[in-house]
């Protein structure tokens, strides 16, 4: 496949010479000097940007080691990627086929280049293995510098920009939105799409649709509704803006999700096909006093939504009442605000995580006091800038938070009142932690179709002078089954070793 060859080239020379060239800085963009010295007014724990220091590495070296070893004991499966060019998002895609040991389903990969090839939209094909299949000594031998033999590169799209952000439709998750360095948002109906040779001068793909609204740049703030086909964004000029893609999505596209042709509408008839169509929004939003760092939808309404920012500030909104904020919560956290999530199993409950190095939880119904945010709780286990929350598919009082720490925490809420004297050094609510990245873990995705398996991207700029790491992982069930059901299997185990064990 072309796609595969060109990968395979780029892995030796991204470039196509002999030296690879020096990549800019990735991730989330530094703030100006006059952003940075409003952070530290308002007490923020962000430590300056930079390269690690030696001492720095060598733990990082060190605790990665150590993770390494006991993978077979943590993990049910684990795949290691090495991305060329690092990606800001991951998510799955559909499930495209059941098999007896695995299954395959869509990825949605980035690639951030450093401009000597084009940014790209990457859709690859993964092997997902089901549990208790894979052995425990294959998949700890895997080599940090080699691409996964799970994971393959189907189809490229070449982005106008950088791809900040990737999110799939609930409804029909091969329609994608993303975002860029640009006020526009672009969806992309990722199927008739041609497959498209990423090199150098290379014209970009055309969207779909693009949605326009915002008088700045967004970058990250970026939400698919759960329950109906809109698309909600925050950026720079300190809105949140919402869009209904309903009229522009075909009838048969929620009928028959195996069709083969453009599942968005096309405006005109023998129009300018070199040209997308664009969208106006439904409702713009004004409530924030920094940049909207991420939008999240309620699950339950369309209309309801919250919002976070640089400015500390927690906000929801209704559309039925207006553009003004239903509720604000000012100081949510005790810095900017990176991260919120709303959970799919109770709409009472909202995660936000911040640059002060923690994840805090808030019920809707009890937001403030006095003007100031009151979580229920406040979750520390990082010791950097948390960059993703996301709640389980599966089990409500469950989440995860990724942080610039390399660490991928997996948290409980029910187990923070049940905190016992064995785990009492560990961080109230903790129960595994991901440890297989080495820099800033900026992105995972839970994946619905196998709820106890996540994808998870690292941006290696810092530790490696560039790349990325992709892993896709389940923890051991041991670890997240009732206490009392693992014991009994344990028990079996050892009533079946011991009886091996006393045969000649």
Known sequence: MESD???????????????????????????SKEESQTQEERGGKMKESGKKTKQEEQSVDEKYTQWK??????????????????????RWGPQLEQATYKNRQRLYLSEQTDGSVPNTLVIANCEVVKPRVAAAEHISQFNEEARSPFVKKFKTIIHPGEVNRIRELPQNSKIIATHTDSPDVLIWDVEPQPNRHAVLGAATSRPDLILTGHQDNAEYALAMCPTEPFVLSGGKDKSVVLWSIQDHITTAASTDSKSSGSIIKQTGEGGDKTESPSLGPRGVYHGHDDTVEDVAFSPTSAQEFCSVGDDSCLILWDARTGTSPVTKVEKAHDADLHCVDWNPHDDNLILTGSADNTVRLYDRRNLT???????????????????????????????????????????????????????????????????????KVVDFHWNAEDPWTIVSVSDDCETTGGGGTLQIWRMSD???RPEEEVLAELEKFKSHVMTCASKP
């Open 69 to 90: 070893g006991l993978v077979p004991i943590l993990y049910d499966w684990l795949a290691n990627h090495n991305l060329v060019w690092p990606s800001l998002s991951c």
């Open 5 to 31: 060859e060109a990968e395979a080239a780029g892995a030796a020379s991204p470039s196509g010479g002999t030296v690879t060239p020096a990549p800019k800085k990735r991730g989330r963009k530094p703030k």
């Open 369 to 439: 006091s006095n003007g100031v945010g009151t979580p229920i709780y406040k979750f520390e286990g990082h010791k950097a800038a948390v960059l993703c929350v996301q709640w389980s598919p599966d089990k409500s009082s469950v989440f995860g938070s990724s942080a610039e720490d390399g660490l991928l925490n997996i948290w409980d809420y029910d187990r923070v009142s049940k905190k016992s004297d064995r785990a009492a050094k560990n961080p109230a609510g903790l129960f595994f932690q991901h440890a297989g990245h080495r820099d």
């Open 478 to 480: 041991l670890i997240y």
